[in-house]
Each structure stands twice: as C-alpha cells, then as structure tokens.
C-alpha cells in the first residue's frame, strides 16, 4: 500500500500543471523574451479587449508562469496539504491549507542508530535519550504576509532544515494555499509548481477556499485558526516564529493567543505601522490609507476586476515594471546584472501569483496591531528576546515604522530587542540580502541558548556514534568513486573541454579523502561548489588554496529553472576566478552522482554547446555510473527538447 506521501506526489488530471512539461528558462532566453515584451507593449484598445475577454495577462507573463514555478525546491520536497479541525467558528468546522514540515536531522539519524545499536543495551538508551530531547526544542514557525508564500523564506529554511523541526503554513489563497482551478488551459495561463498533489487534495483545498466567507478573511479570524492548527500539531511543543510583513502582525496576535509559555522567541521583519491606540474598526488598514486610495480600494471590493486592470498595468515593464521595482533593491548599474535579473524573476512570479479578490479580502479584514497588543505579546516570549528586521530601503513597509516599534521595545524592561537594518535592501529583504539575512537570523537563533544549531547537531551525533562527522550510509559512500576523472564528449571531439569534476562529499577523519590530504593531493583544483542540504561532513576552513562556495540544494529533487541559472552563475565566476585556465571547479553532493551530474550536465548543455546525450554520457564515462535515478535524466531530456 502506498503512502500517504507517495499518493499525495500523484499528479493532478483536474487541474493541470505545467511543470511536468516546463520549458527551459535561462537568461539569456530570459533576456530575449524581456525584449520582445518590450517593443510589443499592449495598446489601450487591445487592453480593453483583454479586460473584455477576461485575460489580463501578456504573452510574456503567460511564459513566466508557464516556465518559473512559484515555489522552490524545499517547498517541493516537504510540502503537504493538510485539513485541520476548526471550532468555535460559526462558518467552517475545518479548514485545508498547504504546509510544510521538516522534521530535525536527527531524528532520522536516531532512526539509524537505534537499528545499529538494537543489541547494546547502553548505547540504546544513550540513543533514546537524546531523541527525548529533540522533543524538548522549540519548533521554528514560519507566516507569510500580504501576497507572500513560505518560498520566500527559502534561505532561512535551508539554514535550519539542518538543526530544528520547522514547520510553515501558507495562509488561504497564498502560495500552494492558492485556488487550483486558477490555471486555464484554454488560454494558456497556467500557474507552475514544483510542488505535487493529488485531486483529491487539491478539490479538498478548492472546497475550502469557496466555504470561507470574508470574515475568514479578518485578521483575528486569521490568527484563531493558526492557533488551533499549531495547538492540533504541536500539543506539547514551544514555538520561535517567524513572520514577514503583515506575517508579523498576525504572529504578535498569535502569541496573545497561544497558551502563555508556548513561544520562546520572535522574528519580525518588515513589520507595517502599529497603531498606537485602540480606535476599533478605525485601525483596519484600509481606513489608514489616503482618500484616493481608500476610495479606489473601496470600489475595487465592488468591482475587483477593476484593480486586476490596474494591477495589469502596474506590471508594464515586466521585470522593471512599478510591480517588481516596489519590493526590489538595484543600483542604477546593477540592474540588467545576471544576479539582479533572477531575483527580479522570482519577484515578479510571485506578484503574478497573487489572486486579486484573495488579496482584496485580507486588505479590507486586516488590522494592525496596537502598541499594547505588542507589548503584550513581547512581554509572553520566554526569552524576552527578540529580533527585528528591516530593509534600508524598504519602499512597502517603511523602515522609519521599524525604527518606532524599536524605540518602543527599548523602552521596556527586562526586553532584549536585536534591531538590524539590512543594508541595501528593499521589502523582498530575502532576496536582496538572503545570505546576510539567513546568517543574521541564525547567529540569533543559536545565541537563545536552546539548542538550535549545527554544531549541537554534531556533538549529539558524536555523543551517540563516537563520530560527529558520520556520514548517512558510510558503506555505500565508501564504495562510490571518490572524483570524476575530466570530463571529455565521447562524440564530439571539437566541442569545448570541461572545466567541472563530479566529486562524492569529504569526510573530516577520512584517512584519505579529508579537506587536508585533498587539497594536498589536488593543486589542479581551484574551487569546490558544495550543493549537498545538509551540513557539510568536514570543515572547509581547513581548506587555505582551494575556495568553497555552499549552495544548497535539495536531495531527490531536480533543480528547477532558477537553481540551474544561479548555479551556472556560480560555476561562471569560479571559472573567471582562476590563476590558471588549466584548474577545475568540483561540484559534489553526498555521493556525486545525480544532482551533481544533473547540474554538470546542465552547464555542460547550456555553456559549452553539447547535446543532451553527450552531457549524460561524457559524465558516465568520468564518473560510473554516471547518473542513476532516471528521473534526472527524463527531466535533462525534457528540459533541452532532445
């Protein structure tokens, strides 16, 4: 019998998506069809009929959300919908929303020496013990905002998918919480995901979208059903939350709610205006804004196809439209760099994401939090410590705003506030600065003291096997190949030599294959480009020639469109880099072979001209047996159209 994760990866027949059939993106094709937006901008005429036709959306926005899925490979691999139990609601006794858990490294490492240790009686209860403990951590809670999904916390998530439980919930009609039936075939529009669910899950999420009523919609509301649903999940368990924008709102009112002692410690980024007093139904957000825009919004909720023509023109320009200049960060010169382009992407797939009566819904029920109510829910962390993020130049929600709840938060005793300014950064602060942003958060997390972090990670790995470096499955690592040899075409000879070697991972106290002895043996290697999700097994500081670059990426799980372009972004700057053209770049996993062939294979594809055929089989030759799960090779195949 299958499970129930196995039938929820079956694919939809009722509702279509188009990432089975993706076209390649990359950006130079990324590029050419930015230009062609450009010189074939829609008349007001031809908009009119669009509106008339009910298909407000260019040729070119149609080809994003065909070819860039709005969710990241994360999101793929731990994503479910869930229906959870609601009461004390007079509309709905349940809800179906789409999450994502990540359970902590070790319980599956405790799964494996429980097995390794059934018959030593001292080393079982040793092992026990410490999977007590994991129950005792907090787990780390995330909540999107106002049109955002949990695919914009992708760098945090990779930062503690390898030291906590984490758990996300895509708040209704948001991300992979958003309406199935959206995708229109018949026209061409169709929402990509990486994410699979079966029909059965998607018409429990359809139902549930069409039985919530636009009080569901208010933020206390709001805020009741994520208290139930972490209170049915998490019965016994603290929490540290993360919430971004109006996320941050809603998670202050969520820590009012919870028990008293449920939440350790709290992450705001990019809060909006608190209200400073309690003035009723004066406080919604929608009474805040100026008359014209307040008059506007107002017969927008009459007439919501009005603010889809608007939002239509707002994305003019496409990835340098007001839609996606609004939340990014970009210096005159930095505008039309490769980095600055997929970023501009993934912003705009995901404001193309966003439904516009589901926005519309939340603007007109949300509600700001008051001071009290915040100093309330700051006074409830168990830590009495907090951290507070904002960009520097934060266009949405102004950072003069995160200054004032500073200055609040200083004021109170006993409170430990950390107040970081990200620096050249708008409201996307996560795709601005992800790696700065990552760390911050991380380094603050780590220093609560409650055992959140790696290198707990690997001393209760130590503690348990004796080795903090053990590696998942030591005896088939031991048997794979420990380097690729150069990678050559078997059949075209004239085609351009290979730069790149597939390598399986180091291991700190393996007698050969440590960072020391390899860099040793190697001086033909410039650079190492570690994609393996888990923490590394071996310190790359001891490495003093050869330069180390992480970039993580996620197990059983084919790259998408945006992985690959920033990978070969990664893989062209190493190779600029080099004191010699003679020296390579190693790309590995956990064993080298199938998402370090998969990526190889790409670059080898898209930078040096070869067939799909020749990438598969130049990497085989170099690397037995090359890539083994089909799926990867299906996908290069289907990616390239060969």
């Known amino acids: 019998m299958s499970s129930a994760r196995e ?23 990324l590029k050419e069809l930015q230009n062609e937006d450009n010189k074939n901008r829609i008349s007001i005429s031809k908009s009119i009929w669009k509106y008339y ?54 319980r599956e490492f405790h799964k494996r020496s429980l097995i390794k240790n059934a018959n030593d009686i001292k080393n079982l209860d040793k092992v026990k013990d410490q999977i007590n403990k994991i129950d005792t951590l907090p787990v780390i809670v995330f909540i999107n905002g106002l049109g955002g999904q949990l695919s914009q916390f992708e760098p945090i998530l990779q930062e503690f998918r390898n030291c906590s439980d984490i758990y996300g919930i895509e708040l209704p009609g948001f991300g992979n919480s958003k309406r199935p039936s959206r995708n229109k075939p018949e026209i061409g529009l169709l929402f990509s ?13 359809e139902n549930s979208l069409n039985e919530l009523t636009n009080e569901e919609f208010k933020t206390d509301i709001i805020v009741d059903i994520l ?22 709102h809603i998670s202050m009112k969520l820590i009012n709610q919870l028990p008293i002692g449920k939440v350790d410690s709290f992450i705001m980024m990019s809060p909006p205006k608190i209200n400073l007093i309690d003035n009723g139904d004066k406080d919604l957000i929608l009474n805040k804004l100026n008359f014209t825009k307040r008059s506007f919004l107002r017969t927008c909720w009459y007439f919501p196809r009005l603010f889809d023509y608007y939002r239509f023109f707002d994305r003019y320009g496409g990835l340098y439209s007001h839609s996606v200049d609004n939340y990014i960060f970009s210096e005159k010169n930095e505008k039309f760099t ?19 009566i589901i926005f519309l819904k939340y603007l007109n029920g949300f509600k700001c939090i008051t001071k009290d109510e915040m100093i309330e829910s700051i006074k409830r962390l168990n830590t009495k410590k907090l951290l507070l993020c904002c960009g520097e130049f934060d266009n949405v929600t102004n950072l003069k705003d995160s200054i004032e709840i500073n200055n609040i938060i200083k004021d109170l005793n006993e409170i430990n506030c950390q ?10 602060i996560f795709l601005d600065k992800p790696n700065l942003l990552a760390g911050i958060i991380y380094k603050f997390i780590e220093e609560l003291g409650l055992n959140i972090s790696c290198t707990w990670v690997l001393q209760i790995k130590a503690l348990i096997s004796g080795d903090k470096w053990g590696l998942k499955n030591e005896v088939k690592w031991n048997k794979v190949i420990t380097i690729s040899k150069p990678i050559l075409n078997p059949f075209s000879k004239d085609k351009p030599k290979s730069y790149l070697l597939g390598m399986k991972t180091l291991r700190q106290n393996d007698k050969f294959h440590n960072p020391i002895q390899f860099e040793n043996d190697h001086p033909e290697i410039f650079g190492i480009i570690d994609i393996g999700s888990d923490t590394p097994s071996y310190d790359p500081k001891d490495f003093k020639k050869i330069k180390y ?12 469109n945006l992985t690959i372009a920033k990978f070969i972004e990664i893989v062209d ?22 998402r370090t062939g998969f990526l190889i294979c790409c670059y080898l594809i898209e930078k040096l001209g070869w067939s799909v055929s020749e990438a598969i089989k130049g990497f085989e030759i170099s690397k037995e047996p090359g890539i083994k799960h089909v799926h990867f090779k299906n996908e290069l195949y289907l990616r390239y159209g060969e």
């Open 193 to 205: 995901r990486l994410s699979k669910f079966n029909d059965e899950d998607l018409i429990n999420l």
């Open 419 to 428: 107040f970081e300014i990200i620096p050249n950064s708008n409201h996307s």
């Open 573 to 594: 700057k190493l190779i600029k880099e080099r004191d010699s053209k003679e020296k390579y770049v190693v790309i590995h996993c956990h064993y080298g072979q199938n």
């Open 53 to 106: 036709m009910n298909d407000l959306y260019t040729d070119f926005e149609k080809k994003i959300l065909e070819c860039k899925p709005s969710d990241c490979s994360i999101i793929e691999k731990f994503s479910k919908i869930e229906t959870f139990p609601i009461s004390n609601n007079k509309n709905i006794n349940k809800i179906t929303l789409s999450t994502i858990q990540s359970d902590h490294p070790l």
């Open 549 to 560: 670059v992480k970039f993580k990426t996620e197990s059983k799980v084919t790259p998408d």
């Open 338 to 356: 490769d980095e600055d382009i997929l970023k501009r992407l993934t912003q705009f797939r995901w404001n193309l994401d966003t439904e516009t």
């Open 7 to 29: 039938a929820s990866e079956a694919p939809s027949e009722l509702f279509p998506n188009s990432t089975s059939n993706y076209r390649i993106l990359t950006i130079s094709k």
């Open 227 to 248: 208290k139930q649903i972490l209170i049915y999940k998490f019965p016994n368990r603290r929490f540290i939350i993360i919430g971004h924008s109006m996320g941050s």
